[in-house]
């Protein structure tokens, strides 16, 4: 009986030991992708914040897969009266499962209601 329980032990241990470098990951992918040259948090640099994008996807049962596909294939016009219409750039060199920790992250983000166009 002991070691089923040091097993689980050791189990969340790993779990927990994990959880950072794979929010580190995530920043590592926003920076090295340039996602940061666009996108902040709560204010529209050049593509909409991370918090508009929270907002406008939440609730939305295909957020996560829809996120990514934007972010591995680009696009314009989502997000135009409040960019001007600046098109996101594709990122074909990021994985599905890539962008997909990419959107999540987004997602996860403060919800932020985009101002009033």
């Keep these: ?11 969340l241990l790993a ?21 940061t040259a666009c996108h902040a948090q709560a204010q529209k640099v050049v593509g909409p914040a991370w918090g508009w994008i929270a907002y406008r996807y939440q609730g939305k049962k ?4 829809s996120v ?13 009266p409040w960019t001007g219409g600046v098109p996101m750039p594709s990122h074909p060199n990021l994985s599905k499962a890539q962008a997909e920790q990419i959107a999540k992250w987004v997602l996860a983000q403060h919800a ?3 101002p009033a166009q």
């Design 68 to 80: 990514a596909d934007f972010i591995i294939n680009g696009g314009v016009g989502y997000w135009k």
């Design 15 to 35: 779990i927990a030991a994990s959880a950072p470098s794979q929010a580190q990951g995530t920043q590592e992918l926003l920076q090295s992708n340039g996602c």
């Design 1 to 11: 009986m002991k070691y089923p329980i040091l097993l689980t032990a050791a189990a």
């Design 112 to 114: 932020v209601k985009p």
């Design 62 to 65: 295909d957020a996560v897969k």
